[in-house]
């Protein structure tokens, strides 16, 4: 696997992704390869924390899930992924209803995702936290190991494939959980703050690894992020919640002046 290129830098690039995940959309719109929450509502004893939100994330682009704390970014990814029963509505793969299949099965029918908190296996080697998930698509523990070098090499996490998991850094976890679902070749990642608590370098370098991909695994790539430069260095397409309920979505460029979005979450970002 080749090693990854430099961060590029500037509006440039993310223009360029922009005019690339739309045209990817478009073609995927009519291929069926859809992850789609159709009118989903979740509530937790009296509070709505996802309510009625209808959204499509088709193979080959990068969609943004902004908000702000509590506006229900991560109970929505529960909910596409079967880690939370919706209320209401459905959720949808290709087409077919997978609301109430439990995580594991959507998991293996190619919706893969990471979490806000590690969740890795601490005492395991690094490389064996990657590997169990090829493992569990199939793979034999050989060819499972060398994805997950691969996986690992292109995170620039090679050196580490040998460390307990649980001494690594935290940003190195994260990227870890990233190893992790794309060693289940996903149709779709869904990705929940992967950049957070990195530096500016380090942010850098995971606009990066998000940005490829698209390309490198042939999945569409959901981000949560409250790293602006990242959400808008990356995606074509933003979905904004607050409260549960979506108050906006757009190109970066019509997101960031959306006054609806200035005054519930960028104003105080
Ligand atoms: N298991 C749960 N039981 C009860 N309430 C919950 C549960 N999970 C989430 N909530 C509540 O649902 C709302 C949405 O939470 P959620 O974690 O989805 O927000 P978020 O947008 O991901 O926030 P953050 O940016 O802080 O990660 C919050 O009010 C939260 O307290
Ligand atoms: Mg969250």
């Keep these: 696997m ?3 290129k430099k961060a590029p830098e500037g509006r440039s690039q993310a223009d360029r992704a922009c005019t690339e995940g739309a045209r990817v959309a478009e073609q995927a719109n009519g291929s069926g390869q859809t992850l789609e929450a159709r009118q989903v509502s979740v509530s937790f004893e009296g509070l709505t924390a996802v309510n009625s939100v ?19 970014k991560t109970t929505l990814v529960n909910a596409m992924t079967g880690f939370q029963l919706p209320a209401a509505g459905e959720v949808l793969l290709c087409g077919k209803v997978i609301s109430s299949l439990s995580p594991h099965w959507i998991r293996r029918h190619g919706v893969a995702r990471t979490f806000q908190a590690g969740r890795l296996f601490r005492d395991m080697p690094v490389s064996e936290n990657v590997e169990v998930a090829a493992v569990s698509m199939g793979l034999s523990r050989k060819k499972a190991h060398a994805h997950a070098m691969e996986l690992l090499e292109w995170l620039g996490l090679a050196d580490r494939a040998e460390m307990p998991a ?3 850094p935290y940003t190195d976890e994260r990227r870890v ?5 794309l060693a289940l070749s996903p149709q ?3 990705l929940d703050e992967p950049a957070a608590g990195m530096s500016d370098l380090e942010c850098d370098d995971i606009m990066q690894v998000v940005r490829e991909i698209p390309e490198r695994f042939g999945c569409g790539v959901l981000l949560i992020e409250h790293n602006m ?3 808008m260095g990356v995606c074509a ?3 904004v919640l607050d409260s549960g309920k979506t108050i906006a979505r757009g190109t970066p460029a019509e997101v960031q ?3 609806v979005v200035i005054n519930a979450y960028l104003g105080h970002s």
């Design 237 to 239: 397409r933003i979905h």
């Design 2 to 4: 080749k090693q990854r």
């Design 177 to 181: 959980g990233i190893a992790r679902a």
């Design 188 to 190: 779709f990642v869904l």
């Design 257 to 259: 002046k959306n006054p």
């Design 166 to 168: 649980g001494i690594l």
């Design 54 to 72: 209808d959204e499509t994330l088709h193979q080959g682009e990068i969609l943004g899930l902004i908000g702000p704390n509590g506006a229900g």
């Design 229 to 231: 430069r990242v959400i």
